[in-house]
Every structure is written in C-alpha cells, then in structure tokens.
C-alpha cells in the first residue's frame, strides 16, 4: 500500500517525527559511569520479564535501570531495552522517546546504532496504530440522498468505536477518509483509487452493482478489502479476494433457504418453481445445487414461462409431482411478486381438500403478503430468507443518536451502514491470523441491529434470517 504523504501524518506519527528529528542532534557524553547495585539489579529484573514476554513490565523496570540512579553503567543498555520493551508492547511513543534519548545524549554509546534502527520501525507502527476507513459513495445526483444515510451509519458506527477506544477498550482508533463515487463506476473506481493514495485500509462503499464492480477492480488491484454495501451482481466479487459482497446475491438466497430446509426442517425431497430466465431462476438453481449437495433430493425444477402460470402450478407442474415432494421453493421476483407468491399459495392451498400439500418456501417478497395470502401462507406452514429484520426496540437507541446527527427517523440504508462498519471493525480489532480480507472471509456470524454477516470462507455474505408466517404475521423463526 502507499505510503502516507507527509501532510497527513496523524498525531502520534507527528510526535514520533519530532523525536527522531531530536535524535540528530549531538549531546556530550557524560564521564566515565558508576557501577550501582540498584540500578544492575532493576536491569536484570527487566531482561527476566522481558524474556518472559512482560514488556510492559519490562519497560518500567529498564525505566528505572536507566533513569533513577543517575549514569551508570547500565543506563545506555537499560534505555535501548526500554524502547525495544516499550515497542513490543505495542507503545511507540514511549519506544521512540527511550530510543531517542539514548540517540540525542549518548551518541557515543555502542547501543546508540541499535537505537537509531529501531526508530523507522517504531514509527511504522505509530502509524499502524490509526486504522484508516475508506468511504466511497454518491454525494449528489438521484443517489446523493442514498450516499448521505448510509454514511450517516458508517459515521455512528466510527464514533462509538473511537470512544470505547478513548475509553480504553481494545482496538484501533479508526479515522474516516470519504470521497466521492459521483454515482458512476468510473466514478467509483477513481475514488477507491484515491482513498487507497490517501492511506486507506479498508474501503465501504460504493452503493449498487453498477458502481462496485469497477470499485472492486480497483480495490482488488490494490489488495485492499472492500465491502460493497448493496451490490447483488456476483460479478462485483466473483474471481476476487479482497471485494465483499454485504448484500446476498441471489443465489446466496437460495443457498440459505436450502440449508434451513434441509438441515433444519430435515426435508428431504424437495422441488423448484421459478421465472425462466429471471432471477427467480438464479434462485432456484442454486437452492437445487445445495439441497443435492446436503443429500436431499430435487424431484423436479419447473421454469414458468408467464407470470400467470404461478396460479396455475398444479397444471404447470402435475398434482402428482407437486405431492410427491415435501416443500416447493417458490422465489418470486419483479414488481409484482407479493402477487405472484398470492398466486402460488391459492394454488397450493386447492390441494390441500385433495390431498397432501407441499409445504410453501419463499424468499424476501414473501414478506407482508396481503391479509388473505398470509392466513394461506399460515396454514401450509410458509417460511422465507429475509435480509433485513429489526426485532422490536433493536434499534431505539441508534435511532436516537441517529436522529440527532441527521434530524429524521433511521431508514434501512443507515442501519446497513452501522451494521457493515461495527462488522469490519470487529474483524481489525479481533486479532487473528491473516489479512484483513482472511479475518472477513472467516469470521463467524456478526448479527447487528437489522443485518446478518457471514462469508463462511467466500466473497459473499451467506447469512439471512428465516421467518414463517403465524396467525397471519410473519415471525423470526432463525
């Protein structure tokens, strides 16, 4: 990654530059050091915690062997065991300051070329110690609007992160590094390249598919992670290892409809009804790939050819077949899917004066289905993948803090920019072997206030609530 360009080196960096600029300044060397006992045996006690790997400790003790009993013969070993104390235990200001002072007063020791190395790596890691977040997103035009809330989130999320940290908790103080996408994909790509010259660790953003794909491919150029907040293409991260797809793209939803039908309903013959050549059928495929790779069976993958034919599925697929199976997967698409998945369920439910009825499993347009369709969905049991849901009062008190910050009610796009930034952070503070992109791809499931992140070893979130349909309401069941 570049380095970051002398104007925008942060606060501890510039106290670490004022420092080695002290260390070429020549002092005289004291005379000829005492020999003290006390001073010989703070040092050893020193070496004995930093063998031990105390270097905190180990620190204050080389403190004391250097400092406490005037020159002795210890005082030059004693500070450059200081500051390599202190930069072990994660401390660059006080590792560049011990190191300094050995540099600046004792020029002539045998230590002092020891020192004078470990300060460009003290400073390295002072600058290591500020954790840079890459913003990009749409100031203005038909997206401005967008860009702002879910910057709005990204924003709360870095403020209460930087004040645990204030506060003493763990981490990394993060610092924001915002430009703008100009809603276009050159537009993005630019901005990711310029977040990255700035210095950034990571990037959020861009918003849709259009802008991440090309975002990604710089992002991806410069091995820095990337979360596309909204992009549901899998080309914005197929192929890729550092580019992140927040947003479940459509066979993802499949993918977890599969697996709770499988793996927890235990179904074990199942079908598919989809829109050709729509993403309904992106769906459906990979929903038939998972339930064979759990084991179950698919009796039959049926492609409707009209949006009428989901009324009629007892012609389009047969009685027989649609009994033969314990659970069809219906996912609708388009702007009339609460409509279709209506549809679907006034089929089904003819069957049921008949004889056995497949148990309905729908996606996230099964959500607020009509009260007619939802007293249907209730009694065949409907369950669907949401990728959103607030549980009641989640969200009370970010609502608070974010309706002082922007002056309205919370909307879904601050709430998955919180979600995603708490996600991330989360993996830069939580240790780990690997990379960044490594600690993303192997994270365990984060739940937030609305959303659900985990990428079970991929570039694509695979998490999604399941709900089901009670009483004509629809319920969190997983």
């Known amino acids: ?69 005037g020159y002795t013969e210890r005082t030059t070993a004693a500070t450059l065991m200081a500051a390599k104390a202190a930069y072990a235990a994660g401390d660059p200001e006080r590792a560049a300051s011990a190191a300094t002072r050995l540099v600046s007063r004792y020029p002539a020791s045998r230590y002092a070329a020891d020192a004078r190395a470990l300060l460009p790596r003290v400073a390295e890691s002072a600058q290591g110690q500020v954790f840079d977040l890459g913003i990009v997103l749409p100031v203005g035009g038909e997206r401005g609007y967008l860009g702002q809330a879910l910057f709005n989130g990204v924003r709360i999320a870095v403020d209460e992160h930087n004040a645990r940290v204030a506060g003493g908790g763990a981490g990394r103080r993060v610092r924001m590094v915002f430009r703008d996408s100009e809603g276009t994909g050159p537009g993005a790509a630019e901005a990711v390249a310029a977040v990255v010259a700035a210095g950034a660790d990571a990037v959020v953003g861009p918003l849709f598919s259009d802008e991440a794909e090309p975002a990604g491919a710089a992002a991806e150029a410069a091995d820095v992670t990337l979360l596309a907040p909204l992009a549901t293409d899998q080309a914005v991260s197929q192929g890729r290892q550092f580019v992140f797809q927040a947003n479940p793209t459509f066979p993802a939803r499949g993918r977890a409809m599969a697996r709770y039908a499988v793996g927890r309903l235990g179904l074990g013959r199942l079908g598919t009804a989809s829109r050709s050549g729509a993403l309904s059928a992106d769906m459906a495929g990979a929903f038939a790939t998972e339930v064979r790779r759990l084991g179950a069976s698919v009796a039959f ?178």
């Open 301 to 478: 993958e049926e492609g409707l050819e009209n949006a009428s034919a989901w009324e009629d599925l007892d012609r389009e697929i047969g009685e027989a077949a649609l009994r033969s199976v314990q659970a069809i997967y219906l996912p609708v698409t388009g702007g009339d899917a609460p409509r279709y998945a209506s549809d679907a369920l006034r089929a089904l439910d003819a069957l049921g004066s008949l004889g056995r009825t497949p148990r309905p499993l729908g996606n996230t347009e099964w959500e607020g289905l009509a009260p007619s369709a939802a007293d249907r969905a209730t009694r065949l049991g409907a369950v669907f993948t949401q990728d959103f849901f607030v549980a009641p009062g989640a969200t009370d008190a970010f609502g608070a803090r974010y309706r002082a910050l922007a002056g309205i009610p919370v909307d879904r796009l601050a709430l998955i920019g919180y979600d995603l930034t708490r996600f991330l952070l989360a993996q830069v503070g939580g240790g780990g072997e690997g990379s960044l992109a490594d600690r993303v791809r192997a994270a365990p499931r984060f739940d937030g206030v609305a959303h659900r992140f985990a990428f079970d070893g991929g570039q694509v979130n695979e998490a999604l609530f399941i709900l089901g349909y009670r009483d004509g309401r629809s319920v969190l069941l997983e």
């Open 1 to 69: 990654m570049p380095t970051a360009p002398p104007a925008r080196l942060r606060p501890a960096l510039a106290v670490l530059v004022a420092l080695m600029a002290l260390a070429g300044r020549p002092a005289a060397q004291p005379a000829v050091p005492d020999r003290v006992p006390a001073s010989d045996a703070a040092f050893e006690e020193g070496l004995a915690a930093y063998q031990a790997g105390d270097y905190a400790a180990a620190e204050r003790l080389f403190t004391r062997a250097a400092t406490e009993y």
